[in-house]
């Protein structure tokens, strides 16, 4: 009955390659995200989309491009990985609703680029 | 744009005492969100507490609570009891409240905190 579910955890690839990674929520929220953790351990928001639209893309460079095929799913693919793409990266739902807007995070997806 | 300060990088804490961890964050905006999260070594963000700006009380969550000072812009975190298993990384975060899902997460350093046995 997990929540906010990432897949996968870990992943390992060398620069250059293309990568996905899923993210997939039961908690029927409206809103979902991504964030980028580095490896000072600082979180930044990459995107947000509602209802299967792209809401935030907070100056994220093109070779990230985030998909949502509906409102419970949002996968971010990566082209041309670069090794500053190493970072763990957190998908986050949350109900648009005012009042109501904590933001539940998934586990995490440790990306390693060599 | 707001920012959100975490000025302590660690703490260390006896088990069952008390910890308060600092948080400052800077913001033209008069309604918003203050959150706390915590990651454990299992990396899993998890949240602590949240306080509504417009809400005066302090918000408290069993043995955590905090001391929200709006005019100073200072939002802190009371950890009573302390256990081992709040050994984790905290941090604090900020979120101005934006209809129509335009509600990101500003995020401050981060504090780790380790309880000693």
């Known amino acids: 009955d997990t929540a906010v579910s990432q897949t996968p955890k870990y992943l390992v690839t060398q620069m250059g390659n293309d990568k996905s990674i899923k993210c997939e929520q039961n908690?029927?929220?409206?809103?979902m995200y991504w964030y980028k953790q580095d490896s000072k351990k600082f979180l930044k928001i990459m995107f947000s989309?509602?209802?299967?639209?792209?809401?935030i893309n907070e100056t994220v460079p093109n070779r990230f491009s985030p998909k949502s095929p509906d409102k419970a799913h949002l996968n971010l693919h990566i082209n041309s990985l670069e090794l500053g793409d190493s970072a763990v990266y957190f998908c986050a739902s949350s109900q648009d609703r005012a009042g109501v807007e904590t933001q539940y995070f998934g586990p995490g997806t440790r990306l390693l680029v060599l | 744009a707001q920012t959100v300060t975490q000025s302590q990088p660690e703490m260390s804490v006896q088990e069952a005492e008390t910890v308060t961890l600092s948080c400052t964050y800077d913001?033209?905006?008069?309604?918003?969100?203050l959150f706390w999260y915590k990651q454990p070594p299992s990396r899993q963000m998890i949240l602590v507490i949240r306080q509504e700006a417009y809400k005066q009380q302090n918000a408290t969550e069993n043995r955590f609570s905090v001391n929200f000072q709006k005019a100073a812009k200072s939002f802190s975190l009371k950890i009573s009891d302390s256990q081992l298993g709040d050994t984790a990384m905290y941090f604090c975060a900020f979120m101005k409240h934006v209809a129509g899902a335009n509600s990101k997460l500003t995020f401050g350093k981060g504090i780790t905190l380790s309880v000693r046995p």
């Open positions: 913001t033209s905006e008069s309604n918003y969100y």
């Open positions: 989309y509602n209802n299967k639209e792209l809401i």
């Open positions: 908690l029927g929220h409206d809103t």
